[in-house]
Every structure is written in C-alpha cells, then in structure tokens.
C-alpha cells in the first residue's frame, strides 16, 4: 500500500569529469598557454642578438647553451605547440644555438658586448673597470642590465647596416666588373666580326684593284698612240 511519501534513490548519478581530471586539463592547459607565451617571446627577441633569443646570459658556459638550446626546442616544437609561428621561433632558436656555438660569431659578439659596455659606462661617467656589482651600479633607473642590452642592439644595428652596405658595394663593384667583362668579350667578338668581313671581301678590293689597274694601262697607252 502506497503511503504518499516518496523515497530518494539509493544510486548516485556519477559526475562526468573528476577532480583529478579537472586539475590535469587544467594542467595541459596552462601548460599550452605557456608554450604559446614562450613562442611570442622568442619571435619578439632582438633576432640580432642570439643571448636574447636563447634568454641566457653572456658569460653561459657552451654546455649551458646546448643545455637551454634543448629545453626550449623542446618546450616549444611544432609537434607540441599549436602556435601557428611555432616553425618560426623554433628556426630562431637553432640559427640562435648555431651562432653562439660558433666561437669566432661568439666572440665577435662578445666584443660588441664589451664596447657596448664600455660606452655605457663611461656615458655614466664611471670608471670602466667597474663591476656589475658596484653599488653605483645598483642605483640606476632604468638599471645597467636593461641600458647595457639597449646599448648591445644599438651597436649590433649599426654593424648590420655597415654589412649590408658593404655587401652592396660589393654587388655593385661585382657588377662594374662584370659589365667590363661583358664589354671586352662584346669588343674582341666586333673585331673578330669585322676581320673576318674584311678577310672575306679581299678578293673582291683586289679584283677591283686589278681592274682599275688594268683600266688605267688602257687609259695612257690610248693617250700615247694619240700622241705619236
């Protein structure tokens, strides 16, 4: 016999995701996020300077670099990051690697660093064996680390700029000489044409020769029969 009353289910209705499940999405998603982030940054960096693209300081050892080099084609490859420009900040990185592990572009750019420094400080009118942890060092704003990688770009840009110069002065002298050449092959090859029409029309300026020879033997032997 029915009492009115209803009784609640004994079954739970399970939940569709839980929490562990909650947190590991989370995870992967934030994990994404940072990928994406750390794409941006590496396309953002000074692409003339490989420490910034690399995120690691100048005086990093070469495992160190090889070290960074792996953890950030790795974070961000292609094959894990769905940034479009992934490719591309991935190519930065390795041109990045490449360049530092090669000691004569290291060193070069060392010594621009260096000068940069150089100038820097003595802009500040310190003296330039003042160590980065010079408490009159401390007390810039913006810091010494900030100015000095804003000093390093200016300095990489103009020895950019000088480059490409001199690689179109070269094109251009490359091109000079290359029109001289073309020029020379041009003149040797109308002076061949020119002997060898002159060649063969010999005949023809000696047959006429002889004509004109023989016309004039006629021409006085008349006269002297006329005159006799």
């Known amino acids: 016999m029915s009492t009115g009353t209803s009784t609640p289910s004994s079954s739970k209705t399970p939940t569709s995701t839980s929490d562990t499940d909650i947190e590991q999405l989370l995870s992967r998603e934030a994990s994404a996020f940072q990928r994406e982030l750390e794409v941006e940054r ?6 003339l300077n490989p420490y910034d693209i690399l995120d690691i300081d100048e005086s990093s050892k070469a495992e160190g670099i090889k070290r960074r080099y792996r953890q950030l084609s790795l974070f961000i490859h292609p094959d894990k990051t769905p940034h479009a420009r992934a ?5 930065l990185l390795k041109k ?24 820097l400080l003595r802009s500040h009118g310190f003296s330039t064996s ?14 010494f ?19 490409r110069k001199a ?10 000489e290359a029109r001289k050449k073309e020029e020379e092959v041009a003149t040797r090859k109308r002076k061949a044409e020119e002997d060898k029409t002159w060649e ?28 006799g």
């Open 42 to 47: 590496i396309l953002k960096a000074f692409k």
């Open 87 to 91: 490719p591309d900040a991935f190519d």
């Open 96 to 119: 990045a690697e490449s360049e530092l592990s090669d000691t004569a572009k290291r060193e070069a750019l060392d010594a621009t660093i260096a000068e940069a420094r150089l100038q």
């Open 130 to 143: 003042t160590q980065d942890d010079d408490p009159k060092l401390r007390g810039l704003v913006p810091s």
């Open 145 to 163: 680390k900030v100015q000095l990688r804003a000093k390093v770009k200016d300095l990489l840009i103009e020895e950019e700029v000088r480059r």
């Open 167 to 176: 690689i179109k002065m070269n094109l251009a002298n490359e091109g000079l």
């Open 200 to 227: 063969e029309s010999r005949e023809t300026r000696v047959d006429s020769w002889r004509s004109f020879n023989n016309s004039s033997k006629k021409k006085k032997k008349t006269k002297a029969q006329i005159l």
